[in-house]
Nanobody
Framework: QVQLVESGGGLVQPGGSLRLSCAASGNIFTIKAMGWYRQAPGKQRELVARMPTGSLTDYADSVRGRFTIARDDAKNAVYLQMNSLKPEDTAVYYC??????????????WGQGTQVTVSS
């Protein structure tokens, strides 16, 4: 079994900052990619930022320049530093990881989600 546990969401004023964290645990052989997605009410889940391998990064146009993703492979963790937050960033943020365990081929795993609300 693999678990992704997120933390760091909350309520912040426009222009403020938050840092999300996600740690993977379980029978992990290797993590191929880690990233963050979000889903606002009434909308589909969308990519926010992703790190496929090494130092490569991929950002949604709407967050590029404001958000920064980082991985700590020693801790099986991924982080999302969110600056200059806007009301339209309000959503449930989900951690995602493409993981191969000792017993199964690689597959996508998801965290439980953490609420980020940007409001004055």
């Amino acid at each position: 079994q693999v678990q992704l546990v997120e933390s760091g969401g909350g309520l912040v004023q426009p222009g403020g900052s938050l840092r999300l964290s996600c740690a993977a645990s379980g029978n992990i052989f290797t993590i191929k990619a880690m990233g963050w997605y979000r889903q606002a009410p009434g909308k589909q889940r969308e990519l926010v930022a992703r790190m496929p391998t090494g130092s490569l990064t991929d950002y949604a146009d709407s967050v590029r320049g404001r958000f920064t993703i980082a991985r700590d492979d020693a801790k099986n963790a991924v982080y999302l530093q969110m600056n200059s937050l806007k009301p339209e960033d309000t959503a449930v943020y989900y951690c995602n990881a493409l993981i191969k365990t000792w017993y199964e081929e690689e597959q996508d795993y998801w965290g439980q989600g953490t609420q980020v609300t940007v409001s004055s």
